[in-house]
């Protein structure tokens, strides 16, 4: 029997081409005489629909998109996900489903048992869990068709209190299929391929593994679509960060041998990759082409820059200098150097004139305070202004240059420096940004140097310097990391040996500063617990605060 | 045996306040010589605890504060909720559970079965749904307890597939217990009560419900707790708004009849205190007294300002006009005439020489382009740095003053006059808010008449009316709700009555601007579905758009 695996970039809600898209590889699957063509969870709505799933309208066309992908499948059989109705009178409205297509139309519907509800998943909060199993007989073969979460639960201290599998496996499947739709974190492919092999090895049969590709806002799913052999090897992984499609033979698997993996990217390559994507797919997918980001000087803005840069082309993004009073000789022209290495467009817009009328018309209603945050923010402002100008002016998406360490302490400005359709580096902490910095120069200079080694500063008042008032970030950084990714608290992190009175700082700055990630753009996803979605924080709370 | 019942206002994660405001009332009610009192869902932590939950920490810090309120529970009895540990080495980590202490320690812990995860409630996301059940014996009777949504699957096609009181009920008890959290919608009071009726009918049992009051950010918790005796009738009625205790002998609920309700309050009214109450418990939980906000002239910052003065006292809120080239003289004069009615500070800080400056600073590089969306949003930002220059000079907190009808629609300024650390009108749609309005004048003329007839307008270009480009606000609300809150496609809004053409671009509209909605701050929820976090959807996304 030959199995197709189909990898494929989809478009939340846009039902015309993600059905082309699963009809174009079922008629390319045909051709080479493919028995069967897997296709991902959800396939046909795009992963995740969030609440549209809560409007019957959205639901109904997912169903009619199945039925039209059915009638291309004569002489073939498919398996897709989509959400169906629960025909029950009890439980959720929804199943999360994958149909099996044969002969024409919807041969079956297999449901999802085990429906994450952590982090960025919201599962439970639309569909009803499915209780009942059985394979499906194709071909002289039984399948154990399972939907991602379902093959999850062999943890120790299992989420869940039943396992699918150990259902499916009493009716004697001959090998396992999964259709998933688990995104990228710089963790997550070799936890998906040790959970993948639990299971393989567990149950002693073949496995057939289909994950998304591409970025849904936030969310980056990474690919790496694979099969594996029952001994819980893998016989061959499909393209990560891009779409593929490949043919396997049921037969050979069992007698195909561990393969050596042709590429093996190192954190901050695969974190590269995964912001590329990410930024590439926003702007595709809402239908833009141009990016605007204002270059501080520092580093975040370059790293921005060159990733936008690969994303989109350097000739679609334009960088905006906006140099103050405060602002250091070298700022300008490290970030000149930049454009100029990248090729890309700039133009130079000092603040002065702006800032000083804001002073001038708030002078009277502030009297003689000193200079304090107020003045600091008005800088940021007043360039969140001038960006958001020339965006809406030109039609350009502002990138906003945020690091997830001072979105973390709150060191960013509501309306100013936080502004921006998308945070491209918001889940990176300041240390992967200078990861990330060595990486894109890892063939020749292109972020400058002088970027990368200059102390970090907002430069927002004379001579100031981020280590005035932060400890190093490589403190700092793991610090937040045991905080936000781990959820240790304070009495766990100080035991690790870090001081008491840092640590319980650190700690309030991350919680008082909640209001401000609230109005966030979203932030490219790739830690384990990045800001957004996937972390549900009280506002106004008192925990550690 | 008595039985008191203390609706309390608790603060997340404010492990001393809330322990200490219990341990009180346990006093309070033993000199009552009360048996039983019993407090809320999650009162311990406050509700909703949100991603707290995943911190071991704050899970030990609720138990320990359990073992203290337990140390004051000699010759009296309570039930607190509380989270706590699954010690089963499968399923989610936490129970939400309800506490049962007496003679100095925690007796027993009933777990909550049904768990609701829709809306604004995650609850699966933490915890492991209880499956087994018992009646709790006490003086003699029977309780049993049950925790908020363990009541509410008696509606037709039920949400889950068992019913905690139905597997209760075989061992007869004497009475049910329910401690809840029941946030505020201007339809809930109706169907909870509606709810609880079912329950003492089918079941026919004197039914003990005590509530949440208070505001947790942008959910408000409105109390009503009460008394139903085993016909569904109301024997009593906790406060509404308010924090209360009252004490019940368990003896006289059957022989007392249908209570006539002293205070049934209309829709109007019950938001408008609902979004008082919100406002006040923001700032004073958040330790804040002031408020800036932004008065053009129009209903939305009038009525804000209106609900803010009765929230923080007059002299709380700092109102600032902001008028431009563009503004109408009334404006000037209407907005002084309202901070004239009620007292209230004011500055007039013409935005003019800024957004010349920012014309200027922007003329080379917006070249010769006609004036647009860009330079109505400048005006908007312009006032929106000058708001925050002031609000971070002062420690005011800014108050967005944006409606749920533009916010639908996407008609305001990221940035601009979406800025704001609470919305408080954002969950109101504009014809609400007329009636919000004109409930404030309801004993005189505070809100001047002028501002609630005159049409409504953006003022960022010459003459221009909302009217110009959206359809009255009549219509233009229908559709939202119908879209909105009853999750309707275009097509069954159309089947209505409504224009096609029109009812296609409002929809696509409301989804187009869900990145803008994104980053808007916390909304107090009045409705059934509120923007915010019981509103989850894509940004990328093609549906309807």
Same mark, same amino acid.
């Given at each position: 029997?030959?199995?197709?695996?189909?990898?494929?970039?989809?478009?939340?809600?846009?039902?015309? !081409?993600?059905?082309?898209?699963?009809? !174009?590889?079922?008629?390319?699957?045909?051709?080479?005489?493919?028995?069967?063509?897997?296709?991902?969870?959800?396939?046909?709505?795009?992963?995740?629909?969030?609440?549209?799933?809560?409007?019957?309208?959205?639901?109904?066309?997912?169903?009619?998109?199945?039925?039209?992908?059915?009638?291309?499948?004569?002489?073939?059989?498919?398996?897709?996900?989509?959400?169906?109705?629960?025909?029950?009178?009890?439980?959720?409205?929804?199943?999360?489903?994958?149909?099996?297509?044969?002969?024409?139309?919807?041969?079956?519907?297999?449901?999802?048992?085990?429906?994450?509800?952590?982090?960025?998943?919201?599962? $439970?909060?639309?569909?009803?869990?499915?209780?009942?199993?059985?394979?499906?007989?194709?071909?002289?073969?039984?399948?154990?068709?399972?939907?991602?979460?379902?093959?999850?639960?062999?943890?120790?201290?299992?989420?869940?209190?039943?396992?699918?599998?150990?259902?499916?496996?009493?009716?004697?499947?001959?090998?396992?299929?999964?259709?998933?739709?688990?995104?990228?974190?710089?963790?997550?492919?070799?936890?998906?391929?040790?959970?993948?092999?639990?299971?393989?090895?567990?149950?002693?049969?073949?496995?057939?593994?289909?994950?998304?590709?591409?970025?849904?806002?936030?969310?980056?799913?990474?690919?790496?679509?694979?099969?594996?052999?029952?001994?819980?090897?893998?016989?061959?992984?499909?393209?990560?960060?891009?779409?593929?499609?490949?043919?396997?033979?049921?037969?050979?698997?069992?007698?195909?041998?561990?393969?050596?993996?042709?590429?093996?990217?190192?954190?901050?390559?695969?974190? $590269?990759?995964?912001?590329?994507?990410?930024?590439?797919? $926003?702007?595709?997918?809402?239908?833009?082409?141009?990016?605007?980001?204002?270059?501080?000087?520092?580093?975040?803005?370059?790293?921005?820059?060159?990733?936008?840069?690969?994303?989109?082309?350097?000739?679609?993004?334009?960088?905006?200098?906006?140099?103050?009073?405060?602002?250091?000789?070298?700022?300008?022209?490290?970030?000149?150097?930049?454009?100029?290495?990248?090729?890309?467009?700039?133009?130079?817009?000092?603040?002065?004139?702006?800032?000083?009328?804001?002073?001038?018309?708030?002078?009277?209603?502030?009297?003689?305070?000193?200079?304090?945050?107020?003045?600091?923010?008005?800088?940021?402002?007043?360039?969140?202004?001038?960006?958001?100008?020339?965006?809406?002016?030109?039609?350009?998406?502002?990138?906003?240059?945020?690091?997830?360490?001072?979105?973390?302490?709150?060191?960013?400005?509501?309306?100013?420096?936080?502004?921006?359709?998308?945070?491209?580096?918001?889940?990176?902490?300041?240390?992967?940004?200078?990861?990330?910095?060595?990486?894109?120069?890892?063939?020749?200079?292109?972020?400058?140097?002088?970027?990368?080694?200059?102390?970090?500063?907002?430069?927002?008042?004379?001579?100031?310097?981020?280590?005035?008032?932060?400890?190093?970030?490589?403190?700092?950084?793991?610090?937040?990391?045991? $905080?936000?990714?781990?959820?240790?608290?304070?009495?766990?992190?100080?035991?690790?040996?870090?001081?008491?009175?840092?640590?319980?700082?650190?700690?309030?700055?991350?919680?008082?500063?909640?209001?401000?990630?609230?109005?966030?753009?979203?932030?490219?996803?790739?830690?384990?617990?990045?800001?957004?979605?996937?972390?549900?924080?009280?506002?106004?709370?008192?925990?550690?605060?």
């Amino acid at each position: 029997m030959k199995i197709a695996l189909a990898q494929i970039n989809y478009h939340i809600g846009n039902f015309t !081409s993600n059905r082309d898209k699963i009809i !174009s590889h079922i008629e390319k699957a045909k051709k080479a005489n493919v028995d069967l063509v897997v296709f991902s969870e959800l396939a046909i709505s795009g992963y995740p629909p969030r609440d549209f799933l809560e409007f019957n309208d959205f639901v109904k066309q997912c169903n009619k998109s199945a039925e039209e992908i059915a009638n291309n499948c004569n002489g073939i059989a498919a398996i897709v996900g989509l959400p169906t109705f629960n025909p029950n009178e009890k439980g959720k409205p929804l199943y999360n489903s994958a149909a099996f297509l044969k002969d024409g139309k919807i041969e079956s519907l297999t449901h999802k048992t085990l429906l994450p509800n952590y982090d960025i998943f919201d599962e $439970y909060r639309y569909f009803e869990p499915n209780n009942t199993f059985e394979v499906i007989a194709f071909n002289g073969k039984k399948i154990a068709l399972t939907i991602c979460e379902d093959l999850w639960n062999v943890q120790d201290n299992p989420l869940y209190t039943i396992n699918p599998m150990d259902e499916l496996v009493e009716q004697k499947p001959d090998l396992i299929i999964n259709i998933a739709a688990s995104p990228y974190n710089y963790h997550q492919t070799k936890i998906r391929k040790e959970v993948l092999k639990r299971n393989a090895e567990k149950y002693r049969l073949p496995l057939f593994y289909v994950n998304h590709i591409g970025a849904q806002t936030e969310l980056l799913f990474d690919g790496g679509s694979l099969v594996m052999n029952p001994k819980g090897e893998i016989v061959e992984e499909l393209k990560y960060f891009e779409e593929d499609f490949q043919i396997f033979d049921l037969e050979e698997i069992e007698n195909t041998t561990d393969k050596t993996l042709t590429e093996d990217l190192s954190e901050t390559a695969s974190i $590269y990759k995964a912001l590329v994507m990410g930024v590439r797919n $926003y702007f595709e997918k809402l239908g833009f082409k141009k990016a605007i980001l204002g270059l501080s000087g520092g580093i975040d803005s370059a790293v921005t820059a060159a990733i936008a840069a690969e994303a989109l082309g350097s000739e679609n993004v334009y960088n905006v200098l906006l140099p103050s009073r405060f602002s250091s000789g070298h700022s300008v022209d490290d970030s000149l150097e930049l454009v100029k290495n990248y090729g890309m467009p700039h133009d130079i817009i000092e603040i002065e004139d702006a800032f000083n009328t804001f002073e001038n018309t708030l002078k009277p209603y502030f009297k003689d305070l000193p200079f304090n945050v107020a003045e600091e923010n008005l800088q940021a402002r007043t360039r969140g202004v001038i960006l958001m100008a020339l965006s809406n002016k030109f039609g350009y998406i502002l990138l906003n240059t945020s690091n997830k360490s001072e979105a973390a302490v709150g060191y960013g400005t509501l309306y100013g420096d936080m502004n921006g359709g998308l945070s491209v580096i918001g889940d990176a902490y300041k240390t992967q940004v200078f990861e990330l910095a060595r990486y894109i120069n890892r063939n020749g200079e292109m972020i400058p140097e002088n970027i990368i080694t200059k102390p970090p500063s907002a430069e927002l008042r004379p001579d100031q310097k981020d280590s005035d008032s932060l400890p190093d970030y490589d403190i700092l950084d793991v610090i937040l990391f045991q $905080y936000i990714e781990e959820r240790k608290g304070p009495k766990e992190i100080i035991a690790m040996g870090y001081n008491e009175k840092l640590v319980n700082r650190i700690l309030k700055l991350v919680n008082t500063n909640e209001y401000k990630r609230y109005q966030t753009p979203p932030i490219l996803r790739i830690s384990t617990k990045a800001f957004g979605m996937g972390r549900r924080m009280p506002i106004v709370a008192k925990y550690l605060s």
